[in-house]
């Protein structure tokens, strides 16, 4: 699947693309109560560009400039900005 191609609300998506960017992480705090990190990376491929959610031992997977691929993963609309989620069902590899 392309980039372009992704809608918010989508399940089961399957991507490769390039990180673009990366943010530092930033702890937040979940509905259960807990901690976590977070950070969001920008990953594109020649149709476009969306912004990817990384959660914890995901971040330190990945930096700028590396090729990865997503599998099973979701979109959702945030804030007015679609994002790409990698979820608990999801799996994220650098290629």
Do not use: C, H, P
Request: aromatic share 4%; charged share 25%; no cysteine.
């Amino acid at each position: 699947m392309k980039i372009s191609e992704l809608k918010a609300g989508m399940r089961g998506v399957s991507v490769t693309g390039n990180i673009d960017s990366l943010t530092d992480a930033r702890t937040v705090n979940l509905r259960s109560g807990g901690t976590a990190q977070v950070a969001d990376a920008v990953i594109s491929d020649e149709t476009g560009s969306i912004k990817l959610s990384l959660w914890d031992e995901q971040i330190n997977i990945v930096k700028q400039g590396d090729k990865i691929s997503v599998e099973n993963g979701y979109t959702q609309a945030f804030r007015g900005e679609n994002s790409l989620n990698i979820g608990k069902y999801g799996k994220l590899t650098k290629l």
